[in-house]
Structures are given as C-alpha cells and as structure tokens.
C-alpha cells in the first residue's frame, strides 16, 4: 500500500475572537469582527414581515404553482425563488394583507406603467410663457 504524504495547510475561514477570516481572490483577508447594526425600524419591521411572509407562501406552494414558477424564473435567467420572493414581497407592498398569488404572471412582469406629467405656471418672469 502506497500513500502520499504531505505536509498539512492550514487555510483559515470564519471567525476567531475579534477578527474575521475571509478567503478572497486575492488571498485571504483578515479585519476585525463587528457585530451589525439591528434597528427595529418601522420599515425594517414591515420588511421583515414581507420576507415571512413570501418564505411561508414559497413553502407552500402546490407542485403545479411550484413547476409553473420554475419554468417563469428559467424564462427570465433566475431562479424561481429570487422570482418568487421579489414579486410577491412587492405585492405585499402595494396590498399589505391578504394571501399573494400562487402563480406567476402569465408574461414578463416589468413593472407597472409610470406616467409623469409636468405643468408650468404661464405668465411673466422666470421663463413663463405668455
């Protein structure tokens, strides 16, 4: 039986203590750890929600509305899931409550339609019309 022996390398990743391991493309990086920042905003709150939300409703999901979002997200070059979760955590956005739609939208969903009008006041002075 033949066997190769090497010398062992140690290649660090994760946390020690204060600092932080990171294996980058340029070799790895050592900073200090930090513990982040965690507002219980209002928003973050409703954010939040919306996420819980979505995760349970994508858990949830029949096989044909599981398949359905498989076959829109590969028309999209996504994954079903990154689909599923933004459109829905955007309708609950705009609706609040209520349960979102299990399946996807029959096409490409690019957004709602913006429409923007502008008016001026006419008259003299600062570049009105008359």
């Not at 090497?6 to 290649?11: E, F, L, V, Y």
């Not at 790895?28 to 409703?46: D, F, G, H, K, S």
């Not at 990154?82 to 939208?105: E, I, Q, S």
Request: aromatic share 10%.
């Amino acid at each position: 039986m033949h066997g190769k022996l090497g010398i062992p390398t140690i290649r660090p990743g994760g946390k020690l203590g204060n600092v932080v391991f990171i294996r980058s493309a340029d070799g790895y990086i050592v900073r200090e750890r930090v513990t982040p920042a965690n507002p219980r905003t209002a928003l973050q709150t409703a954010v939040r929600r919306e996420f819980a939300i979505a995760s349970q409703g994508w858990k949830g999901l029949s096989e044909e509305a599981f398949a359905a979002w498989l076959a829109y997200g590969d028309s999209l070059g996504r994954t079903a899931y990154n689909v599923y979760m933004g459109l829905t955590r955007k309708w609950l956005a705009v609706h609040g409550d209520g349960t979102p739609p299990a399946m996807p939208p029959p096409g490409p969903f690019f957004g709602d339609a913006v429409r923007l009008s502008v008016s001026l006041p006419l008259g003299r002075g600062r570049g009105g019309v008359e």
